[in-house]
Structure formats: C-alpha cells, structure tokens
C-alpha cells in the first residue's frame, strides 16, 4: 500500500524542482539565478528522498520504472550541480 502523504511530499518537491528552475531562468541577477538554482537542486534531493522512501515502504522494489526515476532525480541534481559549478 502506497503511503499517501509520501507521494505528495515527492509532488511537491518535483514541482518546486521545475518552477525554481524556471525562476532561475528568469532572474534578475546573478545572485537570484543562483539562489534559485541551488534551491532547484535542493528540491531535487528532496525528491530523490521521497523516492527512495516510497521504493522501501512498498512493492515497487526492483521495479524498473522506479529505478527510472530515481536515476532521472539523481541526474537532474547533477546537471543542477554542474550549472551551478560552471557558472561561478
């Protein structure tokens, strides 16, 4: 059985993911573009938490659709990183 309030904590911070990215393209200067990067970045480990959570507590362990989105979470955090990195 699926716990409820874990997916809607991976909701969330899947879709602050986007909209601090967005944000971040829109920023006013460099120290915003920043901000909201690494705040994109941290919603993005948050989201790789919940997914981790998620596969533990129920039967999609091993599950190959799950794996694709925790490689996507990781991945995102990384390129987060990188741009982060880059553009210092």
Do not use: P
Not at 42 to 70: C, G, M, Q
């Amino acid at each position: 059985m699926i716990n409820l309030e874990d997916c809607k904590q991976l909701l969330k911070a899947s879709g602050s993911v986007g909209a601090n990215y967005i944000e971040a393209n829109e920023a006013l200067s460099k120290k915003d573009f920043f901000m909201r990067m690494k705040i994109s970045r941290k919603e993005a480990k948050e989201a790789t938490f919940w997914l981790k959570l998620i596969n533990v507590t129920n039967i999609f362990y091993e599950d190959d659709e799950w794996r694709h989105l925790f490689a996507e979470s990781i991945e995102i955090k990384k390129i987060f990183s990188s741009i982060i990195n880059k553009s210092k």
